[in-house]
T-cell receptor, first 111, second 114 residues
Framework: DSGVTQTPKHLITATGQRVTLRCSPRSGDLSVYWYQQSLDQGLQFLIQYYNGEERAKGNILERFSAQQFPDLHSELNLSSLELGDSALYFC??????????FGEGSRLTVL | GESVGLHLPTLSVQEGDNSIINCAYSNSASDYFIWYKQESGKGPQFIIDIRSNMDKRQGQRVTVLLNKTVKHLSLQIAATQPGDSAVYFCASRGDTSGTYKYIFGTGTRLKVLA
């Protein structure tokens, strides 16, 4: 158990819909990262937050947004969903100079 | 740029043999490197890390080698076991405008043959 909690574990929705994925980082970790992993592919960096502020952006679509709240949990919002958005979405947290600890992921299926 | 999505290369190894998984990184300013193991349907798990001021680090049955000259990282697994079957990713960390950014390699699927 990495200490990073992601909900929901599985989510099935239709094209055009909007979903919110939630992440609770490890206790004490201020940084939260979001990654997308499509079937049998690598981890694509989406966005990073540090103590409530956006710090870095990767290949995140304009239809996607995220935020980190004062209690340090983070949410990734995916809107106008397309079939190609079906993927595993991982959240990771870290201390400032340490390794990333990953959650178990949220599997999104868009039908 | 970021990790590119490609079909995963596969390494098949006989149980008991040693495995070597390779990774290339692009940012010569990367200062920290990590190997992760990802089992099917699970999140990546930390295996071992190495900082750029080292060229070798050993853990339990695993060794990471870093060659900064050619920007290459390898993971060696001794006496490979069936439980080692998974996808392995390397990650490199670089400082971009004061932000630490972790870039992942494409991953290698390790299959352990009985």
């Amino acid at each position: 158990d990495s200490g990073v909690t992601q909900t929901p574990k599985h989510l099935i929705t239709a094209t055009g819909q909007r979903v919110t994925l939630r992440c609770s980082p490890r206790s004490g970790d201020l940084s939260v990262y979001w990654y997308q992993q499509s079937l049998d592919q690598g981890l694509q960096f989406l966005i990073q937050y540090y103590n409530g502020e956006e710090r870095a952006k990767g290949n995140i679509l304009e239809r996607f947004s995220a935020q980190q709240f004062p209690d340090l949990h983070s949410e990734l919002n995916l809107s106008s969903l397309e079939l190609g958005d079906s993927a595993l979405y991982f959240c990771a947290s870290s201390v400032v100079r340490g390794e990333l600890f990953f959650g178990e992921g949220s599997r999104l299926t868009v039908l | 740029g970021e990790s590119v999505g490609l079909h995963l290369p596969t390494l098949s190894v006989q149980e008991g043999d040693n495995s070597i998984i390779n990774c290339a990184y692009s940012n010569s300013a990367s200062d920290y490197f990590i190997w992760y193991k990802q089992e099917s349907g699970k999140g990546p798990q930390f295996i071992i890390d190495i900082r750029s001021n080292m060229d070798k680090r050993q853990g339990q049955r695993v060794t990471v080698l870093l060659n900064k000259t050619v920007k290459h990282l390898s993971l060696q697994i001794a006496a490979t076991q069936p439980g080692d079957s998974a996808v392995y990713f390397c990650a490199s960390r670089g400082d971009t405008s004061g932000t630490y950014k972790y870039i992942f390699g494409t991953g290698t699927r390790l299959k352990v043959l009985a």
